[in-house]
């Protein structure tokens, strides 16, 4: 078999005409006892979320993770198809292919389709209830019914106690999903209880998050504006359910001790909430901080910030500080940001926090406990080798979720999807009833396929022609790819590869399409076919 097709452009060509990338790629299929150990490369993928400028954490992600994923699969074409919540829509970058309104169903189906005409072979979706239409979010269902591909979803959110309409469809999501990716220990506890969903199924890989050396904080400070100070942070889309009024309201009893010490809260306030009530919420923390005699101690970065911008602040912070209020919390792109550069983080106990501050990693603190989190930043900024300690520990602690690693992870999990995949359809495609060639076998002999019939039987004289026997050459190709392949097929093969072959013509650099039944072409300049 390997001696089938010469190397150059007749090889190439040949390979082309039957829709494989050279003759080398139908001789591996006729031949699958060939082994080549190389990893198997994606060459369309897909990923569908928010996309900025879209201002949320999960647009945030899905550009991060994409362009992790780019970095992993640099030969990769990528479909990214944007989530969108306005009418107006979003001016989005190039790489945006598509656009779903998130309450057009058709627009669901049409990008299915494409996705599915294009070839691609694996799609990455974010998941959150809320950024996709229907009762929650049952519209993505009617996408994800339609792929012919595995499809990889990251849920943002996991629910303990989902109401039924919850429920259902994050069953159908495990369902059609060839893997879910979850990025706490927790959730894949609460989907193995809740909803069934095993370890081969559901798979863990942390937040992703910059890579940053580990640097001390006064170069940062320096620049930006905050030389001298004790810096506590938190950052991210401003909202009630952060709890920052907690730690305002212990920056009395911290400024005792530490007078030089701020609280910076970096971020824009959350869309939804400007647009119901504008700057209300971020003007009642400065209103409670001046009640106090703190405003002077609090400081503001009210907008929307990049990685780079947002990765010097946090470098420039001696502590970082989530006093979240809901325990319900999977995952929070903040602390993974915080632990990635080597933050000390003083926490409440929401779920991720929980799992990623063990260890000695950060402090937990009560919810709404206003004193337990004041003594908790007292005592580590009174205390400058436990708290270097307990940043050198959050910088190691955060090495996996580097978003390099995070991507391979994630590439690695999609190839093994992908090998699923093509295993469930060679399993399905074998439980079908064997394609029966005696008709082709009749109209073909040692030489090629016969251009014609007559009632059933070869017409010698319209000899043979090439086109044909290149079908036939290519329906061998892919019986032999799926394992079918019977001996009499393959003589056929070997005599439709060495017809194709011949039919190349170096001289004109075309194929010659017909072959009268002597053996002599009838059209030596080659075919306009």
Not at 12 to 27: E, K, N, P, Y
Not at 58 to 77: H, V
Not at 247 to 255: E, N, Q, R
Not at 466 to 478: F, I, N, S, V, Y
Request: proline share 5%; charged share 25%.
């Amino acid at each position: 078999m390997r001696a089938l097709f010469i190397a150059g452009a007749g090889s190439q060509r040949i390979g082309q005409l039957m829709g494989f990338d050279s003759a080398t790629a139908i001789v591996h299929a006729l031949n699958p006892t060939r082994s080549v150990a190389v990893r198997p490369t994606i060459q369309r993928a897909a990923m569908i979320g928010n996309f900025p400028p879209r201002k949320c954490g999960i647009a945030t992600f899905t550009r991060d993770s994409f362009e992790a994923l780019r970095g992993a699969l640099p030969k990769t074409k990528w479909s990214l198809v944007a989530m969108e919540d306005r009418a107006g829509g979003h001016d989005y970058p190039s790489t945006v292919t598509h656009v779903i309104p998130q309450d057009e169903l058709s627009a669901y189906e049409r990008v299915a389709d494409d996705l599915n005409l294009s070839g691609v072979e694996a799609v990455f979706v974010q998941h959150e209830f809320g950024i996709y239409g229907g009762e929650s979010g049952a519209h993505l269902l009617v996408l994800l019914r339609r792929l012919r591909m595995p499809v990889i979803v990251t849920l943002h959110t996991v629910l303990e106690r989902p109401n039924p309409a919850q429920k259902k469809v994050m069953d159908e999501i495990i369902s059609i999903a060839g893997a879910v990716i979850v990025m706490s220990e927790m959730g894949a506890d609460i989907l193995e209880r809740v909803h069934g969903a095993g370890p081969q199924k559901v798979h863990v890989i942390p937040h992703g998050a910059p890579e940053r050396p580990f640097l001390p904080t006064e170069p940062f400070k320096g620049d930006l504006g905050l030389a001298g100070h004790k810096v506590i942070m938190t950052f991210g889309l401003l909202s009630p359910n952060k709890g920052l009024e907690t730690i305002i309201k212990g920056l009395p009893s911290v400024l005792a001790r530490h007078p030089d010490a701020v609280y910076l809260i970096a971020g824009a306030t959350h869309p939804h909430l400007v647009a119901n009530e504008g700057e209300a919420y971020r003007e009642s923390l400065i209103e409670l901080a001046r009640s106090l005699g703190v405003v002077d101690h609090l400081r503001f970065v009210n907008r929307f910030l990049g990685d780079e911008e947002l990765v010097d602040l946090l470098q420039a912070a001696d502590l970082y500080v989530t006093p979240y209020l809901t325990e319900a919390q999977i995952t929070s792109g903040t602390l993974a940001y915080a632990i990635a550069v080597g933050k000390p983080v003083i926490s409440t106990p929401y779920w991720h926090a929980k799992e990623a501050l063990a260890d000695g990693v950060g402090v937990i603190c009560p919810f709404h406990d206003t004193k337990a989190f004041a003594t908790a930043i007292t005592d580590l900024l009174s205390d400058n080798a436990k708290r270097d300690a307990m940043a050198r520990r959050a910088y190691k602690a955060g090495e996996p979720s580097r978003w390099r690693k995070v991507a391979d992870s994630v590439v690695d999990l999609a190839d093994a999807c992908r090998s699923m995949h093509e295993k469930r359809k060679e399993e399905a495609f074998r439980n079908l009833a064997r394609p029966k060639l005696d008709g082709l076998y009749r109209m073909a002999d040692d030489c090629g396929v016969y251009q014609h019939s007559r009632f059933g039987a070869p017409d010698r004289r319209h000899g043979y022609c090439t086109d044909d026997t290149a079908r036939a050459l290519t329906l061998m190709a892919r019986l032999a790819s799926e394992g079918v392949m019977e001996p009499a097929a393959l003589k056929l093969a070997n005599s439709c590869a060495a017809f194709v072959n011949h039919a190349w013509s170096r001289e004109t650099g075309r194929f010659r399409n017909f072959m009268g039944f002597d053996r002599q072409w009838l059209d030596e300049g080659g075919s306009d076919d």
